[in-house]
Every structure is written in C-alpha cells, then in structure tokens.
Antibody
Framework: QVQLVQSGAEVKKAGASVTVSCKASGYTFSSYGINWIRQAPGQGLESMGWTSPYNGDTNYAENFQGRLTLTTDTSTTTAYMELRSLRSDDTAIYFC??????????????WGQGTMVTVSS | DIQMTQSPSTLSASVGDLVTITCRASQNVDNWLAWYQQKPGKAPKLLIYKASGLQSGVPSRFSARGSGTEFTLTISGLQPDDFATYYCQHYKRYPLTFGGGTKVEVK
C-alpha cells in the first residue's frame, strides 16, 4: 500500500543537527513531491518546506532559511530533512507528507507517522 | 504570507449534532484549500481537497464549501470517531500555511 515510513525518535543537544528520513513505497516516488511539516507539543501545524524528487527543486519557509536542507534519493525512494543549529523550540514532531511534484498543486494525501525530535539544552 | 484563521478554536458537541467550522484566508486562495482531521498522537488525515472534494474513503457526512477567502467544513451527524482537531490549509502558493485548528470535544 501507499505509505511513508519515517525514522525513529531523536534526542539532540542544542546547537546540534538532526536528520529525519522518510521512506516512500507503493507509488512512483518521482511523480510526487514531499512536504515537511512540524508540530510543537500541544501546538498546531507548521509547513517547513517542500522538495521534488523529480527535479530536485526545493522551497523553504522563511522561518527555516539557512538551517534547513531537504533532499531526496530516488534510488532508495527516501526523502531527508536536515535541521541544523537546533534550539529548544525545535522540539516537535516532524512529519513528511506526499505533495505536488512541481509545486503546491495538491493537498497532502499521505503522511508519515511522525518523528519526535527533542532538543535539550 | 497568507494567514489562515479558524473559528471556533474549540467546539463542544454531542453525537448526532450538525457541526460547522469556518476558515478564513487573509488573501484569495481560490479553491486551493484542504481540511485535515488529527487525533492525539496521530498524523493528520486528509478529508477535503480543493475546497470541496471529498477524499477517497472519507465518510459522506463530511462536506465542505467555499472559495476565495471564506470556507466551511460541515459534519452532518457527528459520530464518536469525529471527536478530533480539524485544520484548514491553503496551497495557493508558498509558503503554505495552516489554520490554528478547531478542537471538537464532547459536550
């Protein structure tokens, strides 16, 4: 079945980096984009950015410019989210979701299960 | 950036009730609007795409309408499984933004 499976929970120190993976299966990976969304404890949803496995295009939310890198590996149908210079307010659940391949053309119909990232000082 | 504002933030309702949630966009998003349902500890689930399109597998008691800047999600005959938090989200252009959420709780 169509699914996105994310890597496990992470605990990091402030100032460190974290990489979360998102393995896609059940569909043609390069025909859809991947959007990353995070949710701080008890809070709402925040879109972080988008990447296209088709052509490598990316778009980053302004809040994360310079700290966030989104990549994909078509050989393993896996998307990656790297967030650097972690702060305590980066503590959140990070989700990947299937999105449009050339931009914001579709709603997020498939979501990963989420990865908890805890940043300690 | 396009701001999305949902109301109410919390809604108390009983099984069988008709429930309506409103979402307003600060700029025209045409019909590039989605609705999601989220339960505690789970990923959001897509209910509605393109303002009124019912996602496959979603019960027909969920409906939505609107375009431009005003949108509504309606649950006709609330079921026990529907107690959750609902989010709207525009996908008109980047940056994509979500509403603050509406928690539907037991009255």
């Amino acid at each position: 079945q169509v699914q996105l499976v994310q890597s496990g929970a992470e605990v990091k120190k402030a100032g460190a980096s974290v990489t979360v993976s998102c393995k896609a299966s059940g569909y043609t990976f390069s025909s859809y984009g991947i959007n990353w969304i995070r949710q701080a404890p008890g809070q709402g949803l925040e879109s972080m950015g988008w990447t296209s496995p088709y052509n490598g295009d990316t778009n980053y939310a302004e809040n994360f410019q310079g700290r966030l890198t989104l990549t994909t590996d078509t050989s393993t149908t896996t998307a990656y989210m790297e967030l650097r210079s972690l702060r305590s307010d980066d503590t959140a659940i990070y989700f990947c979701a299937r999105a449009g391949v050339v931009g914001p053309t579709r709603a997020f119909d498939i979501w990963g299960q989420g990865t908890m990232v805890t940043v300690s000082s | 950036d396009i701001q999305m504002t949902q109301s109410p933030s919390t809604l108390s309702a009983s099984v069988g009730d008709l429930v309506t949630i409103t979402c307003r966009a600060s700029q025209n998003v045409d019909n590039w609007l989605a609705w999601y349902q989220q339960k505690p500890g789970k990923a959001p689930k897509l209910l509605i795409y393109k303002a009124s399109g019912l996602q496959s597998g979603v019960p027909s008691r969920f409906s939505a309408r609107g375009s431009g800047t005003e949108f509504t999600l309606t649950i006709s005959g609330l079921q026990p499984d529907d107690f959750a938090t609902y989010y709207c989200q525009h996908y008109k252009r980047y940056p994509l933004t979500f509403g603050g959420g509406t928690k539907v709780e037991v009255k």
